[in-house]
């Protein structure tokens, strides 16, 4: 599920709901199905779109096209560590990016 739909479906119950117990175990559950989905949703590299790319921490306009370009040019990335070879990302970079990312 998107986790804005599941952020807005929190806040619902919230207004709604107020501090009741069933409410609290509802809104738990919300927080665990957001948490498991936000960690589920990894971007393809080999599939991304520039915008997609965009959404990734540490990557704006230039390095989201570096990526796509460097896909273009040189075939679909192998590994997640592939990424070392597009201009302007590094191995810190990659670091913080290889939790979000996937390659099919």
């Not at 175990?25 to 960690?39: C, G, I, P, Q, R």
């Not at 540490?58 to 597009?86: C, H, M, T, W």
Request: hydrophobic fraction near 45%; charged fraction near 20%; aromatic fraction near 2%.
């Amino acid at each position: 599920m998107n986790t804005r739909i599941l952020t807005f479906l929190a806040l619902l119950l919230t207004s709604v709901c107020g501090a009741s117990s069933a409410c609290a175990e509802a809104l738990t559950t919300m927080d665990s199905v957001e948490h498991v989905a936000s960690k589920h949703t990894l971007v393809n590299l080999n599939a991304a779109n520039v915008e997609q790319l965009m959404a990734l921490p540490g990557i704006g306009k230039s390095k989201a096209q570096a990526i796509v370009a460097y896909r273009e040019e040189q075939g679909p990335f192998s590994s997640v560590d592939d990424l070392v070879n597009v201009k302007g990302i590094g191995k810190k970079l990659l670091a913080k990016l290889a939790a979000s990312v996937e390659v099919r």
